[in-house]
């Protein structure tokens, strides 16, 4: 098991039974002295034995033989000597007493003390029965199939492969799957249990965003075209909106090209003219930018920070047209505080002049009593809500369609899609806001939530 050992230390006590076994054993060992240099602790105390122990050479092995009195005539207990003796030895030690084993030595063929104590035990047994000592004979008691400590074995490097054939090897340690082969069974399934779910979302997630942009898509597409539409039920309203700036702007031109003919031109004049024309001039370039934002197809949500009265007050210059020639009576009543929201203000322009134009058309049904159309915009302090209201005269929403006016494809009106009010909720909801409809003493009133936000 270690080929490489060059010395061997025998300890061996020094009482009258001691120096017998020493002498046996300096017998046996006679045919390896060419081959091994063996040094005796006879000759020494226990303190002397340990202290010679702690530093021996390299290659260099520990037979313990027994030790019951020491060469300073001190008794000891033959198992309590090698603990210590095994607590400081840098060698690994060996022994021939099975009595031994487990505490210390390495291993190999041992006598077995249980054996020799049943013979002693029969022998004992047969003289109490009457037999006469000297005519009783037993079989020698050979040694033990080799066997050995595990932890030594280790503790050395000494590989399996190394011991005699038919060896036994006491104190191993199990392995983790001798020791835990339920759990390991149980963690790995768990774990391939673990990895398919992991797979299974993932692929549901990768499937899922595949979904969400197609639906994204198509919901900005339904978005830009009911901006379409819109902009179509206000096509008449817009164009007479630009008759007025493009007509002021060409009698101004006139104007002044007649004034430029006098001798000489009243030049103070002419200044207000182009004034005149430079004012007319930018309130078309409004309601053309205007008309472009909302008809505008984006790929992308444009979200900012902005106040909700300026996209309120946006869409009252394109809707106070329309009501103007409808004779809707119309106003607005924008609250002074500033209501800072977080959101693409087209889309707000889009779900405003939704509910605007809803309420002209059930008014346009509605042919007894006055026609108001109001937009109201207000702050809720405690929720940290921004409000909108528009509030119609007309006949009201039956109360039967009150829960269903914002689901898809529900209308009252024969020219309608179904589709003004879903899309409606859906931005609101989109920008975490919410949405509603009831009626009041005369008309309907439609108002949605938007969360403040710090303005930056």
């Known amino acids: 098991m270690l080929p490489d050992t060059t010395d061997v230390v025998v300890v061996v006590g020094d009482s009258p039974t001691e120096r017998f076994l020493a002498e046996q054993l300096r017998i046996a060992f006679r045919a390896f002295e060419k081959r091994i240099t063996f040094t005796w602790f006879n000759e020494l105390s226990l303190e002397e034995m340990l202290e010679r122990a702690a530093a021996l050479p390299p290659r260099t092995a520990v037979f313990f033989a027994l030790l019951s009195v020491d060469a300073a005539g001190v008794p000891h207990e033959a198992g309590k000597a090698l603990d210590r003796l095994y607590a400081v030895a840098n060698a690994p030690v060996f022994s021939e007493s099975s009595v031994f084993f487990g505490r210390g030595i390495l291993g190999g063929p041992l006598n077995s003390i249980l054996a020799l104590s049943r013979a002693a035990a029969g022998v004992s047994a047969r003289i109490l029965a009457g037999e006469t ?3 009783i004979k037993t079989a020698p008691i050979g040694f033990s199939a080799p066997k050995y400590d595990w932890r030594e074995l280790q503790r050395w490097n000494i590989r399996d492969d190394r011991l005699p054939m038919g060896s036994e090897i006491d104190f191993r340690a199990p392995g983790i799957w001798e020791q835990y082969k339920l759990q390991v069974i149980v963690g790995f399934v768990a774990l391939l249990l673990q990895a398919g779910v992991i797979f299974w979302l993932l692929f549901e997630r990768s499937h ?13 597409e339904v978005v830009r075209l009911n901006r379409v539409v819109t902009a179509n039920v206000l096509s008449s309203s817009i164009a007479h909106e630009l008759n007025q700036p493009l007509g002021a702007i060409l009698s101004n031109t006139e104007a002044a090209q007649i004034i430029l003919k006098s001798d000489p031109p009243d030049l103070g004049q002419i200044g207000e003219i182009l004034g005149d024309i430079v004012r007319d001039e930018q309130r078309a370039s409004e309601i053309i930018v205007g008309l472009r934002n909302l008809l505008n197809n984006r790929s992308e949500t444009e979200l900012r920070c902005f106040d909700l009265n300026d996209t309120v007050q946006d869409v009252i210059k394109i809707v106070a047209p329309e009501a103007a020639r409808r004779k809707i009576a119309f106003t607005a009543d924008c609250t002074s505080d500033a209501l800072p929201v977080r959101s693409d203000p087209i889309h707000l322009q889009q779900v405003i002049l939704n509910l605007a134009l809803n309420g002209m058309d059930a008014m346009d049904e509605s042919t007894a009593g006055p026609r108001n159309l109001s937009i109201r915009t207000k702050q809720n302090h405690e929720s940290r809500m921004a409000e909108v209201a528009v509030a119609d005269s007309g006949k009201g929403i039956p109360e039967e369609n009150l829960k269903c006016v914002f689901d898809a ?8 899609t179904g589709l003004g009010l879903p899309i409606a909720r859906t931005i609101i909801q989109t920008y975490g806001g919410t949405i509603w409809a009831k009626n009041r003493d005369r008309g309907a009133v439609f108002s949605f939530r938007l969360p403040l936000v710090n303005p930056t």
């Open 208 to 220: 899922r965003r595949i979904a969400e942009e197609d639906a994204g898509n198509r919901r900005r």
């Open 133 to 135: 000592p000297g005519t």
């Open 409 to 416: 494809f529900f209308t009252t009106k024969p020219q309608g």
